[in-house]
């Protein structure tokens, strides 16, 4: 049967919302991407590529991959219910956000429209995750002036913004940011960094180092 975007299809939609959050990220899609987010055979990457293709949700520009408009509307539309629903479970159900995060993974692929619309109203339209990633379709206003947490000099203050979709799947980093305090609004402050590009902070009183990897990619302004 042909594929109709009113069809109930999870797996076209984890791969609609990764190849959206790859790109995000700024991360050029190929296949071997789709793998390593996904987690799951470089085989099944493409029998299911190619099916989003029979399906008219992707394109090709050589090995680059890119969502249609109708590729982009469904990734919207997933990306929207999980930043909701991480929102529902981090606000109102007090999950930590590591939790959070896991559950929307099953709910974004069951939010009725109307379920979405109650979401909204409850949570009064929200624009971004609990991480701070912007939620598809909300007013969200991209911030003036970001950098990366690694940019800011040693002494100087920062507001972390947004922790970003390629950190929430590594694994153990959402618990240790929540743990340190280091969540979107917070304001911090630069102590040191290491040659090894560890950085430093000082957030409430207390120290905490970040490794390289995050602290390239945390996206913070100045206070
Ligand atoms: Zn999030």
């Known amino acids: ?109 069951v939010v009725s429209p109307r379920v979405e619309a109650a979401f909204l109203k409850l949570l009064e339209d929200p624009t971004t995750c609990p991480h701070g990633n912007p939620i598809p379709g909300s007013d969200y206003q991209v911030p003036e002036g970001t950098s990366a947490l690694a940019e800011i000099n040693v002494g100087n203050e920062f507001v972390i913004e947004r922790i970003p979709e390629e950190l929430e799947f590594q694994p153990g980093l959402l618990e240790f940011l929540e743990d340190a305090n280091l969540i979107p609004g917070i304001t911090g402050k630069v102590t040191a960094v290491s040659p090894d590009g560890t950085t430093t902070v000082d957030v409430r009183g207390s120290q905490v180092g970040v490794g390289a990897f995050a602290s390239q990619r945390i996206l913070v302004c100045t206070p």
Not at 82 to 88: D, N, Q, S, T, W
């Open 1 to 109: 049967m042909p594929y109709q975007t009113n069809d109930h299809h999870p797996a076209f939609e984890e791969y609609c919302e990764t190849i959206f959050e790859l790109q995000e990220d700024g991360v050029d899609v190929i296949q071997a991407r789709i793998v390593e987010r996904l987690q799951v055979s470089r085989p099944a990457v493409s029998e299911m590529i190619k099916k989003m293709k029979d399906a008219d949700l992707v394109l090709f520009n050589g090995n680059a991959i890119f969502l249609s408009d109708k590729g982009k509307r469904l990734a919207n539309q997933v990306v929207r219910r999980h930043r909701l629903a991480e929102r529902f479970l981090t606000d109102v159900l007090g999950l930590s956000w590591a939790e959070a995060h896991h559950e929307a993974g099953k709910w974004e692929h």
